[in-house]
């Protein structure tokens, strides 16, 4: 498809387990961004992916969660030991170039993860 | 700290009639300001944004107004149509981190036949 496409569109996992969450952009995009949106709240940005450069991860809540983006297409984000506090919407987004104010960025329909 | 804030969760509007979605900010170091459209299980997309060199900029039935001084952006949606029911996401980025967007927590707008 043409559009950013996030597997699975539903997870729910037990508590203390860990999630592999996945994102595969639009070709040709070089930006890759990491969000969640919890009950209530805005989205939240977690981590940017930028070509080849280190990602800027200054959003991530914590340790246990990670991401990885491979050959600069398709980025998993890892939840360790997951939390109740975890549950949430994860959104993937990519655009063409790095800035938001530059270029659009397009969200994929997100992963509703729910942590019991 | 939440730097954007919609304090609106809902708004209600007849068809035909014009829609304002409000959205505030406390970071003086934003400068580039966006508006998403969010539909049920869907990702938001863009609707429209606004340069802080500017304090209006239109596109079709949808014009934001931004008051740097008041920190205070608008979304002006005329007239109104039933698809434009869906929740509305106000976002906000600066020069340091070009890269983040950070969003307010949306305002569900419900738009009456």
């Known amino acids: 498809g043409a559009g950013v496409s996030q597997s699975p569109s539903n997870k729910v996992t037990e508590k203390g387990k860990d999630v592999e969450l996945r994102c595969d952009p639009i070709?040709?995009?070089?930006?890759l961004y990491w969000y969640r949106q919890s009950l209530g709240q805005g989205l939240e940005f977690l981590i940017y992916?930028?070509?080849?450069?280190?990602?800027?991860k200054s959003g991530l809540p914590s340790d246990r969660f990670s991401a990885e983006r491979t050959g600069g297409s398709v980025s998993t984000l890892t939840i360790q030991r997951t939390q109740q506090e975890d549950s949430a919407v994860y959104l993937c987004?990519?655009?063409?170039?790095?800035?938001?104010?530059?270029?659009?960025?397009?969200f994929g329909q997100g992963t509703r993860l729910t942590v019991v | 700290d939440q730097q954007v804030k919609q304090n609106s969760p809902s708004l209600s509007v007849q068809e035909g009639r014009i829609s304002i979605l409000n959205c505030d900010y406390t970071?003086?170091?934003?400068?580039?300001f966006l508006w998403y459209k969010k539909y049920p299980a869907e990702g938001p997309t863009f609707l429209i944004s606004?340069?802080?060199?500017?304090d209006k900029n239109e596109d079709g039935r949808f014009t934001v107004f931004l008051n740097k001084s008041a920190k205070h952006l608008s979304l002006h949606i005329v007239p109104s149509q039933p698809g434009d029911s869906a929740v509305y996401f106000c976002?906000?980025?600066?020069?340091?981190?070009?890269?983040?967007?950070?969003f307010g927590q949306g305002t569900r707008l419900t738009i009456n036949p």
């Open positions: 987004a990519s655009s063409l170039l790095f800035r938001p104010r530059d270029t659009e960025a397009f």
């Open positions: 070709s040709g995009h070089t930006a």
């Open positions: 992916f930028q070509g080849n450069s280190a990602p800027d």
């Open positions: 970071n003086s170091m934003f400068d580039y």
């Open positions: 606004i340069s802080s060199i500017k």
């Open positions: 976002a906000a980025s600066s020069i340091q981190g070009a890269q983040k967007l950070v």
